[in-house]
């Protein structure tokens, strides 16, 4: 396997194609907060898009951090951080795209060739003691660094996740009796849950960069209590370090933090060890031999087009329905009532409509309700048709069948018929049939069902498809289109699914839905189900 194939995994089937308008070209990884991937901006400048666990996204408490944190890692500009370009807290679920750093993490390098030199240990010791200055500048505490968190560009080191760095200003964040952090590389005072300052992230440099030079954590491996317990307890053993470095180890893994260097002591003790090479720029060289070949970037996704490109054309609004549950229902129908052509194809492609999502309390009772397009209305068999001998516009002839003078053009075709079912259930007993959801046909190719035979669940059909729309607030009919276009996934699982999550779903006789998740319990698989809004555009594919 090369290097290319091991840094670029291909999307699986839970893997969303599409995050706020960024279209994923690969996946990069997993770690504590989410899935990173690789895409692009519009200029084509590839860059990472981490995508918040349902977990975490369903906690307000960790949406009004990440928020702040979020604000605070956009002032954060070095040489060697990774910059944080674009993020919303409020998505479901929430995520943050950085640019992307073309090279191994440390722990990858480290792995691949074993222990660093002595010259590749200073250089990235001074390299993150930078990056350190630069996010210490800014109020904002990292919290968690390690190697994995430590990207080996051809011309340096980048420090990069700033998702679960706090205000310096800010409380620590506890989950659940937990602490955000790595138990090999935190600090003591991170590890007893003391306060947790700028010093905290010179402690985890320390560890960092010893891994760096024994090809393992300096505190050893094992569970992480007893791992934990001997950063509280014990001091480090440093004879295993190379000679020249033990100094400055000592320093940066004082047990007091008002004992430990500062990250400019730092940079000034490396760049006086390196001598004429920190001038001359010896660095570049000394991490093309650490990160091997370089490694080719993925093109960006092309943005899907219609098959056939059609003017845009606004139709009125359908009409009203009661107040009350029905408000959600109105809303929903609203939102699927906007046609869209070439033009709104392209723009969908980047933009997931900034339209509020869904929201209002929940009916008692399953209600329905549906709506046609104004073309639909007009040939309603209500209408009264046209007296002989007066002109009947849609078909350009007079009543007698004759052809009028002033024939007018073409009607526009009707808008699919849009039935809405809220709220609705689909567990192990109840599956969905798109054709007929009040029905909860359990037979059929195109019946999906709830499936909880693995931990995260997830939804399964013999024949229809199903794509997560990530980001997504008020999905419109031509988005579920033009995403059901690309994905032909009859399996998706219901782990980056949280409240407010839009799945895009379609079947064989052309009925496409979407559904916009209220409820998600899987806990129990006994007791689990989904519970949310479905709009169904009869015929609509």
């Not at 040489?79 to 993020?87: K, S, W």
């Not at 209600?367 to 350009?396: E, M, Q």
Request: with cysteine; net charge neutral.
């Amino acid at each position: 396997m090369d290097q290319a194939t091991e840094v670029f995994q291909p999307l699986q089937a839970d893997d969303p194609p599409v995050v706020a308008g960024y279209r994923l070209a690969a996946r990069l990884g997993a770690g504590g907060m989410g899935r990173v991937y690789l895409a692009h901006t519009r200029g084509g400048r590839p860059v990472a898009v981490k995508v918040v666990r349902p977990e975490l996204a369903d906690d307000p408490d960790f949406r009004r951090r990440f928020g702040r944190e979020i604000k605070a890692a956009r002032r954060v500009r070095g040489a060697y951080t990774a910059e944080l370009i674009d993020a919303d807290a409020d998505a479901v679920p929430p995520w943050l795209a950085t640019l992307y750093v073309p090279g191994p993490s440390l722990t990858e390098a480290v792995a691949r060739r074993g222990p660093l030199p002595v010259t590749a240990v200073l250089w990235l010791m001074a390299g993150v003691a930078e990056a350190l200055q630069a996010i210490h500048a800014e109020g904002v505490v990292h919290r968690d660094l390690k190697p994995s968190n430590v990207l080996l560009a051809a011309d340096g080191p980048r420090v990069i996740d700033f998702g679960i760095a706090l205000a310096a200003d800010g409380t620590s964040y506890t989950a659940t009796g937990g602490t955000i952090g790595t138990p090999s590389f935190m600090a003591p005072e991170q590890a007893s849950g003391g306060d947790v300052t700028a010093a905290t992230d010179v402690f985890a440099l320390g560890q960092t960069a010893a891994f760096a030079a024994l090809g393992r954590p300096l505190y050893g491996e094992g569970a992480a209590l007893n791992v934990l317990y001997r950063i509280v307890h014990s001091a480090p053993d440093l004879a295993a370090l190379p000679e020249p470095l033990r100094p400055l180890f000592a320093r940066c893994l004082a047990a007091d933090p008002a004992e430990r260097a500062t990250p400019a002591e730092i940079v000034q003790w490396c760049r006086q060890r390196l001598g004429a090479d920190a001038d001359a720029g010896g660095g570049p060289a000394v991490w093309r031999e650490i990160t091997g070949p370089e490694v080719t970037v993925p093109a960006p996704v092309p943005d899907p087009t219609p098959a056939v490109p059609q003017p845009l054309i606004a139709y009125p609004q359908p009409p009203t329905v009661p107040q009350g549950g029905a408000r959600r229902r109105r809303a929903l129908i609203t939102g699927a009532g906007v046609a869209g052509g070439a033009l709104l194809a392209v723009a969908l492609a980047w933009s997931l409509m900034d339209a509020g999502s869904p929201a209002g309390g929940k009916d008692a009772d399953r209600a329905r309700t549906s709506a046609t397009g104004p073309a639909a209305r007009s040939s309603s068999s209500s209408s009264p048709a046209p007296a002989k001998g007066s002109a009947d516009p849609a078909a350009g002839r007079t009543g007698d069948g004759k052809a009028g003078t002033s024939p007018s053009p073409a009607a526009s075709p009707p808008r699919p018929r849009a039935d809405v079912y809220a709220p609705l259930t689909v567990d192990a007993q109840h599956p969905l049939n798109l054709d007929d959801p009040d029905g909860g046909a359990k037979d059929g190719k195109d019946a999906v069902r709830f499936d909880c035979r693995e931990p995260s669940c997830e939804l399964t059909s013999g024949t229809a498809s199903f794509v997560q729309i990530v980001g997504g607030h008020g999905t419109t009919l031509d988005m579920c289109r033009l995403m059901l276009r690309s994905g032909r996934y009859h399996d998706w699982t219901l782990a980056s699914v949280a409240a407010g999550s839009e799945i895009c779903m379609k079947d064989t006789k052309g009925n496409v839905a979407l559904f916009v998740v209220q409820t998600k319990s899987t806990a129990i698989a006994d007791l689990a189900f989904l519970q949310g809004d479905l709009t169904v555009w009869r015929k609509a594919a």
